[in-house]
């Protein structure tokens, strides 16, 4: 008897540990950024609501396909891409990205689970982004920014319309040219400002050239000028000179023709009185030679 009631006994422990087990196994909470399909492991049963958030009972033996209810990053810090000159563009562009619930069993079906289905968003991204990237020129992408931006957005929502995933907000956050590139554009800009500055300063050059040439030419005047003015002063003092000198001989020409006239001399009679003169005021003695007699034949009365 006693050990029939310790067998019930046992026996309604055991029921009740395997109650609790199967409560314990049957039910799982959801995190409040979370939402979920219920897949049965032993029946292999895909159920069709999507839970959110909570605890929630199921089968024994039931999982959660656990994947994000709020927005998610997807993020490219070095993403390369061609643009339409065929240049390579670097860019860091990031995005934010939400699941479509409704749709959320399909999704299990074709990509099994969020890693998964996040890899096909990110490829999927980065085609989008390589799309919009091929539609701009190297110099829309400095220009155009903002319809760049715009771009990426329309191709990133017409792929992942198709994935049941919303996009919420896009950040281009750099754009970067190659470095050969970036060199030749600011070699580029740097020569027109050396250009500007070379034009800014012609008429400086030009001003200060007509300035020298002015100058050149006062002073070309300046010195013929003085020139002229050193060759009329030179031309006055030689003619005053020679006029001085004729001047000198006129009045010897005349004094000597007085003395002659005065004197009642002939030009022989002259000449000798002007040799008698000439050796009495030496004051060294003079050794002229004249002849005596030829001397007195010069005066006309001895
Ligand atoms: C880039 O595209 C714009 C507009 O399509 C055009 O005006 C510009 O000349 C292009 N630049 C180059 C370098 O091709
Ligand atoms: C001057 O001399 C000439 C001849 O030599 C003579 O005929 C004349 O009379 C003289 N006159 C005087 C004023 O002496």
């Not at 091929?134 to 992408?141: A, G, R, V």
Request: negative net charge.
């Amino acid at each position: 008897m006693k050990a029939g009631v310790a067998i019930c006994l046992g026996i309604a422990a055991f029921l009740l540990i395997g109650v609790i087990v199967l409560i314990v196994v049957s039910l799982k909470t959801l995190q409040s950024d979370e939402m979920a399909v219920m897949y049965n492991t032993i029946s292999r049963e895909l159920y069709q609501d999507v839970k959110q958030e909570g605890l929630h009972n199921g089968p024994p033996g039931f999982e959660f396909i656990t994947f994000p209810s709020v927005y998610r990053t997807i993020q490219y810090p070095y993403l390369s891409c061609l643009n339409k000159d065929g240049v390579i563009i670097t860019l860091d562009i990031a995005f934010q990205y939400q699941i479509q619930a409704r749709d959320l069993r399909n999704i299990v079906l074709q990509f099994r689970d969020h890693d998964n289905f996040e890899k096909v968003l990110t490829s999927t991204g980065e085609s989008a982004i390589h799309e919009a990237c091929s539609k701009y020129n190297t110099t829309e992408f400095q220009a155009a920014r903002q319809d760049f931006q715009a771009s990426v957005r329309e191709a990133l929502s017409a792929r992942y319309q198709y994935l049941s995933t919303n996009i919420d907000d896009l950040q281009v956050n750099n754009i970067a040219r190659p470095a050969a590139y970036e060199q030749a554009v600011r070699s580029k800009e740097a020569a027109r400002e050396n250009i500007q500055v070379a034009e800014s300063e012609r008429p400086r050059l030009v001003t200060q050239a007509e300035t020298v040439l002015k100058e050149a030419e006062t002073s070309a005047i300046i010195t013929t000028n003085r020139a002229e003015s050193d060759a009329r002063i030179a031309l006055n003092r030689a003619e005053a000179e020679a006029k001085a000198i004729y001047n000198q001989y006129e009045t010897e020409a005349q004094t000597y023709l007085q003395i002659m006239q005065e004197q009642n001399l002939s030009t022989a009679g002259f000449l000798a009185y002007m040799g008698v003169r000439t050796i009495g005021l030496a004051k060294n003695p003079v050794y002229a030679g004249v002849d005596a007699p030829a001397k007195t034949s010069y005066i006309a009365n001895p």
